[in-house]
């Protein structure tokens, strides 16, 4: 319906002020600690800023599907190499097992689906170099997100708060890349907002609390508990498996026996991983 960098700036906006809100009143403020505020905001720079901007290029080269492909399944493997090195947190080998054997039911689940008109090949590495790029992002967002946690010690950060001041930094980092993109936009004679055929408001308001508040804030809650951001990237990333499900109720889209085996395989490896976590 509308520019999808200027919407993504415009839900991410929404999600702001609904966070702050939140923040506020369930825990009586926005809760900024000088020690660890910095790596909030790097860590939000990293995740939704970089993160986010080489997602939404990749998507244009690679198309949706293998773009989430390569993210999902390397940002655990970012998130594992980032926590070894910052946190110095270590997987055991049966837990390394459990996450490849989520990745490979995410893959399977993935790549089990129709195929999709394909894309031109000069623009295939660059699209590759960016899905790296997001997923990268992404687990090393998440890792700075641990540590800037850790810093916050003893008085805990909430998650409305630590969502609230990861988005901020993710906020000006497309609020630069979205003028940056209107410009080039305007240059090569394109238009740039487009004229909505709808309401959109209800759109955007749901796309805003959906994931940047109630996502991203589940997101920050799960760190603190699982303490571990590599485990939580690897059970983020059976997002797809659930989306199979949104678009059977809603679109009657029938998933193929490769991408339900993918999902079974996919759900096995999250069991797997939360018993041995359990034990």
Not at 200 to 208: E, N
């Amino acid at each position: 319906m509308m520019d999808p960098m200027w919407a993504n700036l415009t839900r991410l906006s929404l999600a702001m002020v609904l966070l702050a809100t939140l923040a506020i009143s369930l825990t009586g403020g926005l809760q900024i600690d000088n020690a660890a505020l910095p790596w909030f905001m790097i860590s939000g720079a990293v995740g939704f800023g970089i993160g986010d901007i080489g997602l939404f290029l990749a998507f244009a080269r690679l198309g949706a599907r293998l773009t989430m492909l390569i993210n999902l399944c390397l940002a655990p493997l970012f998130a594992a190499a980032g926590e070894l090195l910052l946190m110095g947190t270590k997987i055991s080998g049966h837990e390394f097992i459990a996450m490849l054997i989520v990745l490979l039911g995410v893959g399977l689940s993935i790549t089990g689906k129709r195929a999709v008109k394909p894309h031109r090949e000069r623009d295939y590495p660059l699209g590759l170099a960016l899905a790296v790029i997001a997923g990268m992002g992404q687990g090393i967002g998440a890792v700075l997100s641990r540590w800037a946690e850790s810093h916050a010690e003893p008085t805990q950060v909430a998650p409305f708060a630590q969502a609230f001041q990861r988005c901020g930094a993710g906020w000006m980092v497309l609020l630069v890349a979205t003028l940056v993109w209107t410009i080039f936009l305007r240059k090569n004679g394109q238009s740039i907002i487009r004229k909505p055929t709808k309401n959109i408001a209800p759109w955007l308001v749901g796309a805003a609390a959906c994931g940047p508040v109630l996502g991203v804030s589940c997101f920050q809650w799960s760190l603190v508990v699982v303490q571990n951001s590599a485990f939580v990237q690897a059970i983020v990333s059976t997002s797809p498996i659930a989306l199979m499900v949104l678009l059977f109720l809603l679109e009657r889209e029938v998933p193929t026996r490769r991408a339900i085996a993918g999902a079974i395989i996919g759900i096995t490896g999250v069991a797997t991983l939360c018993l041995l976590r359990a034990a």
